[in-house]
């Protein structure tokens, strides 16, 4: 993967300049490169990583398991296009195994997002069954801990 | 130090008058003070990979506790042998031809104190880790110094090490990519050297603990040029490129005779490395291509911010191409080193190594670590900046 994509990932918010330094290249090179991928949309979006679980939000999300059949016409894609329009699901994968889709679907509560699973979900065609699951803590999310204690064991100088 | 001057005088002469690490001075200062951001660590800011600790632990349980055989356990030998093999080009028997050791630093002891007899000279380069000197007289060897300049990139010639050399010369020892420079040898130059090398029937003691990290171009060892093999120690760990400092697990390849030589101070003086850090190491060798690739990528773009960065300022620095150091030159403010360095600690909080720490010929220069979070990174080069500005 390039390099600069890699570092956006990381950090999205570095400066251009910093990051024309850290790539040894031109910032107006950096600029065109980002916005090339902006276009094509291989970039989709910025976002900040958040440590929910420190913000006491009244929120679950549930993973839930989604056998369905795939259509004449388009295989899983209908179904499963269909299905990530919901708001409620955060995201959406295709999955070789006992299931097709693994949804993540976000709720105020348990309540709201059994209603979901129920109302919504289920009754459409070509779901076949569902298995939901609720999250209880995040360790770790787009390969971020949730809880380093940033110390650093170093000796402050050595040889 | 104080104490009583009787017993000062009941010390080992030689012991007695080696003055102590440059690096350890300041060291005492920078500890005593808060906020810090310190350039100064010699060492990865990476943890050991995962998988290393995690094997490591999965080891403890099981019982590796014990010794091992004093070159090291053999799955470990072979592995090393195989991966010199592929990365160095040098053929090494497992079963009498690598010694494993507690860190780069006994392995290089080990083979001074094997190799040298009382007044045997050692030919050098500095600047150059810390250590070298020191153990060099500590085997009772004489050290010839051969000073690298910053105008030729720290090169080491074959005309610099003629110049040096004398009939009385036994050993050369070659450490690069190079603490603290970050500069690494050229192909033309390291031939020239073999040659040398071979001309006048030198030992030659190669430290390349660094070896992985190179930024611009990949690392060439003198072990895998013709005629070498034979006369060389190779010499390397596991500290910098698998961030495992804390294990101490060094290794030595070189011809049996020399072997079974250092061997017979090891098994007296150390009897073997950590079996833990052993079982460490073999894991680590399972996917070195990963994980150390990784960590090279970060430490190339911070090495690049870094240069860039003294390049906005002014300041003139020798572009690393290898290890994780910068050497940038502070003559122009008039200070000695040592100096420049307190004041910049004492005035904006971030702590450098003055270059004497590594020779007399590191004058007017200090090494910046980029072993260090972008972040530090950047909050240094705003208070360099700001400090040049006052001088």
Redesign the interface.
Same mark, same amino acid.
């Given at each position: 993967m390039d390099?600069l994509l %890699? #570092?956006l990932q990381t950090n999205a918010l570095e400066s251009r300049e +910093?990051l024309g %330094? #850290? #790539? +040894?290249l031109p910032v107006a090179e950096v600029n065109q490169r980002i916005a090339e991928y902006e276009k094509r949309g291989v970039i989709r979006g910025y976002q900040a990583v958040l440590n929910e679980d420190q913000l006491n939000l009244d929120k679950v999300t549930a993973v839930i398991e989604v056998k369905v059949t795939p259509s004449r016409e388009g295989g899983f894609n209908n179904i499963a296009e269909r299905i990530s329009r919901f708001p409620e699901v955060r995201s959406a994968y295709l999955m070789s195994g006992t299931y097709d889709l693994l949804l993540f679907v976000e709720g105020d509560n348990l309540r709201q997002v059994a209603t979901f699973v129920s109302e919504r979900l289920s009754p459409l065609d070509g779901v076949l069954s569902t298995s939901t699951h609720f999250m209880l803590k995040t360790y770790k999310r787009l390969g971020v801990l949730m809880h380093q204690d940033s110390t650093?064991e170093? #000796? =402050?100088? =050595?040889? | 130090m104080n104490g009583s001057p009787s017993l000062r005088n009941r010390l080992n002469t030689v012991v007695r008058d080696i003055p102590r690490s440059g690096i350890r001075d300041f060291f005492d200062i920078v500890t005593t003070m808060k906020d810090v951001i310190s350039l100064g660590i010699g060492e990865p800011d990476f943890d050991t990979p995962w998988h290393v600790r995690e094997a490591t632990v999965f080891a403890l349980e099981r019982g590796a506790t014990h010794y091992s055989s004093n070159l090291g356990y053999l799955e470990l030998r072979k592995a090393l042998a195989k991966y010199v093999s592929k990365n160095f080009g040098a053929e090494y028997n497992p079963e009498s031809e690598v010694l494993v050791t507690v860190g780069v630093s006994e392995a290089l002891d080990l083979a001074l104190r094997a190799l040298i007899n009382p007044g045997d000279e050692v030919l050098y380069h500095e600047p150059c880790y810390v250590s070298y000197r020191a153990t060099i007289l500590f085997a009772n060897g004489v050290p010839l110094a051969v000073e690298t300049k910053a105008e030729n990139g720290f090169r080491l010639t074959r005309a610099m090490l003629e110049a040096k050399c004398t009939p009385k010369t036994k050993v050369l020892m070659l450490n690069f990519p190079n603490n603290p420079t970050g500069a690494i040898m050229s192909r033309q130059d390291l031939e020239d050297i073999a040659a040398f090398a071979r001309e006048r029937d030198l030992i030659v003691i190669t430290d390349e603990i660094y070896a992985e990290l190179t930024y611009d171009a990949p690392h060439t060892s003198i072990v895998s040029l013709p005629g070498l093999r034979d006369r060389t120690i190779f010499l390397h760990g596991f500290s910098k490129a698998w961030a495992m400092t804390g294990f101490r697990l060094g290794y030595a390849c070189g011809p049996a005779e020399l072997i079974e030589a250092m061997m017979k101070i090891h098994q007296y003086t150390m009897l073997c490395a950590s079996s833990l850090a052993q079982k460490a190491a073999i894991e680590a060798l399972t996917r070195p291509d990963i994980d150390v690739g990784e960590m090279v990528s970060e430490y190339r773009r911070r090495r690049n911010y870094i240069a860039s960065a003294f390049a906005e300022m002014g300041l003139e620095c020798h572009r690393p191409l290898g290890a994780f150091y910068a050497f940038p030159s502070v003559a122009k403010f008039k200070l000695p080193a040592k100096e420049f360095a307190m004041r910049f600690l004492h005035e904006e909080r971030v702590a450098v190594v003055p270059g004497t720490a590594f020779g007399d010929c590191g004058e007017g220069f200090v090494r910046c670590a980029y072993a260090t979070s972008l972040d530090n990174i950047k909050e240094a080069m705003l208070r360099l900046r700001r400090f040049i500005g006052k001088l």
């Open positions: 390099e %890699k #570092l +910093n %330094k #850290l #790539l +040894n650093d170093r #000796l =402050s100088i =050595s040889p | -």
